[in-house]
């Protein structure tokens, strides 16, 4: 088995909030970057180019991709344009990990062109496991690849289970920061700003995720990741709501015993975690002292005003292409929310209808799943419209 200083990694949306991060973990541990992806911008790409000397590197939007092959073109970098181009370096199989840390259902493909290479993924896309679950769970099985958690409630949980039986797993207990909103009431989150969702109290993450967390979307996607990810009941997995984010996550066995993973909240960790597993290393991270934090505190999650935390479970529960409905509404429904074109609210009123009214298919191709995301999208606009 390599050395974790010995391995190689390629990053999928390298210039995004979790990409960057790791990149940092890259070089803190020397590991040679066989290729990123990123999608339009161009000027931290190439400064990753030429900061990590991947062979290869392709940039969703095709213009920007000839923009900087120019600017790279004293590189020995090849640089490459468009979907399919991200998707097949994903699938290459030269690297020992890849990290997915693509935003929204455009990771699922990648995602699954990393498991048809048997290499190891590093996810931190859950859109991936939102949309199609199953599918991704029948592959990992046909490919026996294993899915290495990168976001810090998954990482969190993935530690606390280690080597314990899976059948003395009781629960497993997802925390939430709450968001900047917790405790308002809905006539409170009608005169919401997206300057305002965007100014999350702990965490550092790219606009979508961070409206996501203000809604408990988010959260709703963490509960349906942990049923795949941890083959788990819907009525096995809890939310409490934990401000300081120091307890990443718990799991309950079937004694009563608490397990839990607790660190400064930096999402360096998970990644470096997924990339060492099943050793650890030296991390550069700041020491957690608790005599500093000082207390920590939990407490329910308001289901009624932040109700797509609920639809989550219920979506949970139907299964089949609801995942992605739910998905392609809620994406449709913070762009247009960051837009300023709909409210806070909206965007939980409108995602709630959208799912209602999507065709149910209750065994879903990729097609289907595709094709639902589709559908969820343009029923956003036409419940605007009505």
């Not at 990990?97 to 455009?106: F, H, L, Q, Y």
């Not at 909206?346 to 009214?357: G, H, S, T």
């Amino acid at each position: 088995m390599k050395s974790v200083y010995e391995k190689s990694v390629t990053v999928l949306g390298s210039t995004g909030s979790v990409g960057t991060q790791a990149l940092d973990v890259a070089r803190s541990l020397e590991l040679k970057v066989d290729a990123i992806t990123g999608a339009t911008r161009i000027d931290i790409l190439e400064d990753q180019i030429r900061g990590f000397k991947p062979s290869v590197c392709a940039v969703l939007d095709e213009d920007r991709a000839r923009e900087l092959a120019l600017k790279v073109a004293d590189t020995s970098c090849k640089v490459v344009g468009g979907y399919d181009a991200i998707v097949d370096i994903a699938g290459q199989g030269v690297s020992d990990s890849v990290i997915n840390s693509i935003t929204g259902k455009a990771g699922l493909r990648p995602s699954l062109a990393v498991i048809e290479s048997g290499v190891s993924l590093a996810l931190a896309n859950k859109e991936t496991i939102v949309c199609a679950g199953e599918l991704v769970n029948k592959a990992l099985a046909e490919k026996n690849v294993k899915i290495l958690p990168v976001d810090s409630e998954h990482s969190a949980i993935f530690q606390s289970i280690a080597n314990n039986r899976h059948g003395d797993i009781s629960k497993v207990i997802l925390t939430a920061s709450g968001g900047p909103f917790y405790g308002k009431t809905r006539d409170e989150l009608a005169g919401i700003t997206p300057e305002m969702a965007l100014a999350h109290p702990t965490w550092k993450m790219g606009p979508k995720i961070t409206i996501d967390s203000a809604t408990l979307m988010n959260k709703g996607f963490e509960v349906i990741e942990a049923k795949y990810l941890f083959d788990v009941e819907p009525s096995q997995i809890d939310v409490i709501v934990h401000p300081e984010s120091i307890v990443h996550s718990m799991v309950e066995y079937i004694d009563k015993a608490v397990l839990a993973q607790l660190s400064c909240p930096d999402m360096r960790l998970c990644v470096q975690y997924a990339l060492s597993y099943p050793n650890r290393c030296a991390g550069t991270l700041k020491p957690l002292d608790l005599t500093e934090v000082g207390s920590l505190t939990f407490k329910k999650p308001d289901k009624k005003t932040f109700k797509l935390l609920g639809l989550a479970y219920d979506v949970l529960n139907r299964g089949g292409n609801l995942g992605a409905a739910l998905n392609g509404a809620n994406e449709r429904a913070v762009a247009l929310f960051l837009d300023k074109r709909i409210s806070f609210t909206d965007i939980m009123d409108l995602v709630c209808e959208a799912v209602d009214k999507i065709a149910y298919i209750e065994d879903p191709t990729l097609d289907d799943i595709e094709q639902t995301d589709i559908r969820s999208r343009e029923l956003i606009d036409e419940l605007l419209r009505s």
